[in-house]
């Protein structure tokens, strides 16, 4: 979208470049921006010592002097697919997992791979097929990276792609594993400092039984899963 407005995602992406003492040239490169839009910016509010993204933003709506509201998006919308009951589809799975907790665009980015038949896109076709900024697609991917749901791998073209596999719910499972660990012993520390005696101390004690016995169910139903192999089934596939 080098042509197009900037978004409220990309100024902050540009504030947070100047924070980290980057040249117009090297956050234009990461944006997939021209530098000389990107040095407009910020010339245009303030320069580098002063520019805030909120501020900035603010100051374009107002220069545009929009008399309308914008209409709102489909729910569907943004998934860079023709037919419509696929992009309903893709909207609910979004939806699903951003019921779980996951962030709403880690959410689209995970599902975007999902829908595809090879599994990983590059960030510039991510950014085309959910229509956000490039700034948006980099921290999505890299809080993915971080929780182990998708890794990077370079293309023919020397392009980063973005990737799953068949694994990438089982490692899903072991994260939310690992985290029950983290509060299982945070229940049982606070059961020590309040008195197992008392009801809150109670209470804390039964939740950490609870949150070990959940975890240790969860790895070894992936264990389970994984030691039937491809021939594995369930009682409601039958």
């Given at each position: 979208?080098?042509?197009?407005?900037?978004?409220?995602?990309?100024?902050?992406?540009?504030?947070?470049?100047?924070?980290?003492?980057?040249?117009?040239?090297?956050?234009?490169?990461?944006?997939?921006r021209p530098a000389s839009t990107v040095s407009r910016e910020v010339i245009r509010n303030g320069g580098p010592g002063r520019y805030r993204a909120d501020r900035?933003?603010?100051?374009?709506?107002?220069?545009?002097?929009?008399?309308?509201?914008?209409?709102?998006?489909?729910?569907?919308?943004?998934?860079?697919?023709?037919?419509?009951?696929?992009?309903?589809?893709?909207?609910?799975?979004?939806?699903?997992?951003?019921?779980?907790?996951?962030?709403?665009?880690?959410?689209?980015?995970?599902?975007?791979?999902?829908?595809?038949?090879?599994?990983?896109?590059?960030?510039?076709?991510?950014?085309?097929?959910?229509?956000v900024s490039p700034a948006s697609i980099s921290t999505a991917v890299g809080a993915l990276e971080k929780r182990d749901l998708i890794r990077r791998e370079r293309d023919s073209a020397r392009r980063d792609r973005y990737c799953i596999d068949d694994r990438t719910w089982y490692r899903t499972t072991l994260n939310l594993?690992?985290?029950?660990?983290?509060?299982?012993?945070?229940?049982?520390?606070?059961?020590?400092?309040?008195?197992?005696?008392?009801?809150?101390?109670?209470?804390?004690?039964?939740?950490?039984?609870?949150?070990?016995?959940?975890?240790?169910?969860?790895?070894?139903?992936?264990?389970?899963?994984?030691?039937?192999?491809?021939?594995?089934?369930?009682?409601?596939?039958?």
């Amino acid at each position: 979208m080098p042509g197009g407005r900037l978004a409220l995602e990309e100024r902050e992406f540009i504030a947070a470049g100047l924070a980290d003492g980057w040249s117009y040239t090297e956050i234009a490169r990461r944006l997939e921006r021209p530098a000389s839009t990107v040095s407009r910016e910020v010339i245009r509010n303030g320069g580098p010592g002063r520019y805030r993204a909120d501020r900035a933003h603010r100051a374009t709506v107002v220069r545009a002097r929009r008399g309308r509201a914008p209409q709102p998006a489909s729910p569907a919308a943004g998934f860079g697919m023709d037919d419509e009951a696929l992009r309903e589809f893709a909207a609910r799975f979004a939806e699903l997992l951003v019921f779980d907790g996951m962030p709403r665009m880690q959410a689209r980015v995970l599902t975007c791979l999902h829908l595809t038949d090879s599994g990983s896109l590059t960030a510039a076709e991510l950014v085309r097929r959910l229509g956000v900024s490039p700034a948006s697609i980099s921290t999505a991917v890299g809080a993915l990276e971080k929780r182990d749901l998708i890794r990077r791998e370079r293309d023919s073209a020397r392009r980063d792609r973005y990737c799953i596999d068949d694994r990438t719910w089982y490692r899903t499972t072991l994260n939310l594993a690992r985290a029950s660990e983290a509060k299982v012993r945070a229940a049982r520390r606070g059961a020590e400092i309040l008195g197992p005696a008392t009801p809150a101390g109670a209470r804390l004690t039964e939740i950490g039984r609870y949150l070990d016995y959940l975890g240790s169910e969860m790895v070894q139903a992936v264990e389970r899963w994984h030691a039937a192999g491809p021939s594995r089934s369930h009682p409601a596939d039958r």
